[in-house]
């Protein structure tokens, strides 16, 4: 574009979480004219911190940390002075026993019986014969688990929780989403680590990672801060009712808002709503095939049980998996052990619970009082975490569409609404549910900022974020070395 229709462009970013606000931050910082359209009442999507009381309760423990320095450095300049470095503990629960995780094989030979054990290594075995040596072919999350750890350590560690999360088989998930999580991990790779620990092209497991003192909403906040004092328009309470495109950099974006309906001019949209819900609410119209595609896009829903504890510390944990099937909850944070920051409190803490769901099952229909004191049993009486009554309040937040399942037919259904939207020049697409990809803030902070380069044609493909060939988990000492200490961001 010449640099007379630059001057012109005005782009509109749907939502308000991490990835568009980062394209918004980027744009904005580059002189581009940008207004933000976001729903709620807050910003930051599902990386949202809840205020009960003094208590800062983030919906789901988010970390931050990514192996691209660049990116490191850009978010410790956004947040100097607000940064705090946690150790990471990260353990499952299981039968009663405490596992480290992600799974160390030194640890889980020390807290196995024998039997166990040799049942765990002849499935191994199997495994590995079955994929690596008769190419059995990986179809779905348990083919992709099994093949990585075997059949029982499958069973112990990752079955039980998985179908937790998505409310499916293991045989009806696409091992997609295997492959974009733990790609490159596996039981052989992390003995082999065990083993060769000193050597100095070593992979290591994230031990520490980043957090803003006052809560992971902060990051949003500032992204927002920083967008309006560069003098653009962050608005909220303001729901999108549809978009027309015009033709080619020409588009109404139409909203409703508390003085009722109103829309806005654009050259460009940037989305990070549902995608699903994108591909239905603009016109021209798609067809059947791609409707019917949108339809079947779903996301699994997220209930916090957020818990003021009389006690100092429930656990050392910064995550806590819990794999019953028959308590509530799959997943517990305690965010005072995130930074003491989160409590005002420093002789009591509190617990995040969270209970993955869909709006139409018993859960989600069930009042608050019912869900948190279920919660609140399932921890005292099968857990045996805290007393009943060491509870002394508790809040329930509600989040819809926080994770994107990847169903068998997921890819062929991504493809069809893409080829739609393809046409519309001037539409992109961004973020966790605007790409129905299942991003961690860090990457889809990445996606905006990149596309903001590219929106204004100085490179990036913000669509091969996420899509790396290692383990997310784990880096080698150079990515190591490589990522700044705290003090680097105070003079960056």
């Known amino acids: 574009m010449s640099d007379d229709s630059q001057s012109q462009r005005h782009i509109v970013v749907l939502g308000a979480g991490p990835a568009g606000l980062a394209c918004a931050h980027e744009l904005s910082r580059l002189g581009a004219r940008v207004t933000v359209v976001e729903r709620n009442s807050y910003v930051g999507g599902l990386c949202r911190t809840v205020n009960y009381k003094g208590y800062r309760f983030d919906l789901g423990g988010h970390r931050w940390f990514s192996k691209n320095p660049d990116l490191n450095n850009w978010f410790k300049r956004l947040m100097a002075g607000e940064l705090v470095d946690v150790d990471r503990i990260s353990r499952v629960f299981y039968q009663g026993t405490f596992y480290d995780y992600p799974i160390r094989p030194l640890d889980v030979i020390d807290k196995t019986a024998t039997t166990t054990l040799a049942v765990?290594?002849?499935?191994?075995?199997?495994?590995?014969?079955?994929?690596?040596?008769?190419?059995?072919?990986?179809?779905?999350?348990?083919?992709a688990f099994t093949a990585q750890f075997g059949g029982k350590l499958f069973d112990m560690f990752f079955r039980q929780y998985t179908e937790k999360v998505w409310g499916r088989s293991c045989r009806e998930l696409s091992a997609d989403w295997v492959s974009q999580r733990s790609k490159g991990l596996s039981i052989r790779r992390l003995a082999r680590e065990a083993v060769q620990r000193g050597s100095t092209d070593n992979t290591s497991l994230i031990e520490q990672f980043m957090y803003p003192r006052y809560g992971y909403m902060r990051i949003a906040e500032r992204l927002a801060e920083d967008v309006q004092d560069f003098g653009n328009t962050v608005l909220l309470n303001a729901s999108v009712t549809g978009i027309d495109y015009q033709g080619s950099h020409d588009y109404r974006v139409h909203y409703r808002d508390s003085e009722g309906a109103q829309s806005l001019a654009a050259t460009d949209v940037v989305s990070t709503i549902p995608l699903g819900l994108l591909t239905q609410m603009i016109t021209p119209a798609c067809d059947p095939v791609v409707r019917k595609a949108a339809n079947g896009l779903t996301f699994r829903d997220l209930i916090t049980v957020n818990l003021i504890v009389d006690r100092e510390q429930v656990s050392p944990d910064t995550w806590l998996y819990v794999q019953n099937r028959d308590i509530v909850f799959g997943r517990i944070h305690e965010p005072k052990n995130w930074s003491p920051d989160m409590v005002p409190d420093t002789g009591r803490t509190s617990l995040v619970l969270e209970c993955f769901c869909f709006r139409d099952d018993a859960l989600w229909q069930s009042s608050d009082d019912e869900i948190a004191q279920r919660c609140i049993a399932d921890l005292a009486d099968q857990l045996g975490f805290v007393h009943a009554d060491d509870v002394i309040d508790w809040t329930v937040v509600r989040a819809p569409n926080a994770y994107p399942i990847y169903d068998l037919e997921y890819a062929d259904k991504i493809a069809a609404i893409r080829g739609y939207l393809d046409a519309f020049e001037g539409l992109e697409i961004a973020g966790r549910g605007g790409t129905f990809r299942y991003n961690n803030a860090d990457h889809s902070i990445e996606?905006?900022?990149?596309?903001?380069?590219?929106?204004?044609?100085?490179?990036?493909?913000?669509?091969?974020?996420?899509?790396?060939?290692?383990?997310?988990?784990?880096?080698?000492?150079?990515?190591?070395?490589?990522r700044p200490s705290l003090s680097d961001s105070q003079s960056a």
């Open 120 to 143: 765990a290594g002849l499935s191994y075995a199997k495994a590995s014969i079955e994929y690596s040596l008769l190419r059995k072919p990986i179809r779905h999350i348990e083919d």
């Open 447 to 482: 996606m905006g900022l990149l596309l903001g380069q590219r929106l204004l044609d100085l490179g990036g493909d913000h669509m091969a974020v996420n899509t790396e060939s290692g383990y997310q988990e784990q880096a080698t000492r150079d990515e190591m070395a490589a």
